[in-house]
């Protein structure tokens, strides 16, 4: 997850190598991270590295339904680099709007981004049986740049900006990723506050049928109030629509960084994930990001084979065929367990086939048999002169007593504004010009 005021290292270590020896000497200044050289590692090294990973989120029986094609996942981020052999011919590069200057060529420009690209849908190299193959491998990537890395030369810059500013830009990505028509939107990123611009655009967007993945923070295990007196709460993961993420380790256990707080559905693994790096190494990355990614690489596999399906049974499909990680139904570290893309496949399947049953009771027994039903009126209705002539002796036995008339108009009350609220703002209009 990145985050402008809490950014976590994410990575925590590049366990394998660059494709030349020369490129080892190119790894980011990233704390944690080392490489070996290419003598040193066997062609299949990544994929064995992976195979926890997918073996935890039950994908190899899912990709025998569905390997995400025909889908489009915006990863919402640092941006992707489209050049780097897991992920080519599979990247559309957005706009960028950061306001920074850095240029996608300068390696620092996004590094987080490209690794969750290639967790989502890297498809290997040389055929596809090295590198990482992603969850969803034949889905494709929409790159929108919202935020720099840390190691962004921009960074600081951004980091001044006023708050309204950068979550106004987080605003303009998903109205971006709404008009290219993408099936999921990956948000491995993090405010701490909240912003009106972003939560109507994140509803437009689920109202557009698209699925909503969000990371939910790197800030602890527990929900307490801290000394400054707030509680780990991350957006957008916290937004209504958004599927929020908590990360666990290769021993199912919550991971002592994931944010433990009432809005996370799901967890994936978290720890020592492993993904393709701009620089073509191999990282593994830590954080709730890559749980994110992992879980948006699900999504696509059911949204590919199930176009039409809406976010909630999505989202139905994701949590209540989640394996416990846990005691107990629910856990507010793991959500309602861990995501089995195999299981939720199936239940999206049966969810789309429920068709609600016929009432077995007669609609007689509800509406008293119809129109034909209906008894007679008691009184028979009175014809346009009777009409008249009522009318008029009414008048006349009012105005004999005095009487007037005041017609009092009201203004309709809004149900849900209270007194003194301000009308809530609509959906951002989309990018700024230049």
Not at 38 to 47: I, Q
Not at 323 to 351: H, M, P, W
């Amino acid at each position: 997850m990145l985050s402008r005021a809490l950014v976590s290292g994410v990575a925590a270590g590049a366990f394998l190598v660059a494709p030349s020896a020369s490129a080892a000497a190119s790894v980011p200044a990233v704390a944690g991270v080392s490489a070996v050289s290419a003598a040193s590692a066997m062609a299949d090294s990544v994929r064995y590295q992976q195979q926890w990973v997918l073996d935890m989120l039950d994908v190899g029986p899912a990709w025998s339904a569905s390997e995400g094609a025909n889908v489009t996942v915006a990863v919402i981020d640092s941006g992707v680099d489209p050049y780097v052999s897991d992920l080519t011919g599979s990247v559309r590069t957005g706009q960028d709007y950061t306001g920074l200057k850095t240029s996608p060529d300068n390696p620092r420009w996004g590094e987080h981004g490209t690794w969750m690209a290639s967790i989502i849908a890297g498809h290997g190299h040389d055929g596809g049986g090295d590198g990482i193959i992603g969850i969803a491998p034949k889905a494709k990537i929409l790159s929108v740049r919202v935020i720099p890395d840390m190691n962004d030369p921009g960074y600081h810059t951004y980091d001044s900006e006023p708050e309204q500013q950068i979550q106004r830009e987080l605003a303009e990505g998903i109205m971006e990723a709404i008009r290219a028509h993408v099936q999921v939107i990956s948000m491995s990123i993090g405010y701490s506050e909240p912003s009106g611009v972003v939560r109507a655009a994140l509803e437009s967007a689920y109202k557009q049928g698209i699925v909503l993945v969000a990371s939910s923070g790197n800030s602890g295990n527990n929900d307490e109030r801290r000394n400054h007196d707030w509680a780990p709460v991350s957006f957008p993961a916290e937004y209504p629509g958004v599927l929020s993420v908590g990360a666990v380790n290769s021993g199912r256990q919550p991971t002592s960084f994931s944010s433990g707080n009432l809005s996370v559905r799901v967890a994936a693994p978290g720890a020592a994930v492993p993904a393709e790096g701009r620089d073509g190494l191999y990282y593994t990355v830590d954080g709730t990001s890559p749980a994110c990614a992992l879980v948006a690489g699900v999504a696509a596999l059911i949204k590919s084979e199930y176009p039409t399906i809406s976010p909630a049974l999505v989202i139905q499909a994701l949590t209540t065929t989640a394996q416990k990680a846990t005691s107990g139904d629910y856990n507010f570290l793991t959500g309602f367990g861990i995501v089995d893309a195999d299981a939720a496949l199936k239940e999206a399947g049966r969810l789309m086939g429920e068709r609600a049953a016929r009432s077995q009771v007669p609609l007689s027994s509800h509406f008293g048999g119809g129109t034909a039903a209906v008894p007679a009126a008691p009184v028979a209705p009175r014809s346009a002169s009777g009409l008249a002539v009522f009318a008029a002796l009414a008048f006349l036995s009012f105005a004999a007593a005095g009487g007037g008339l005041i017609v009092v108009l009201r203004r309709p009350r809004d149900p849900l504004r209270q007194p003194g609220q301000q009308p809530q703002p609509g959906p951002w209009p989309g990018p700024r010009p230049g």
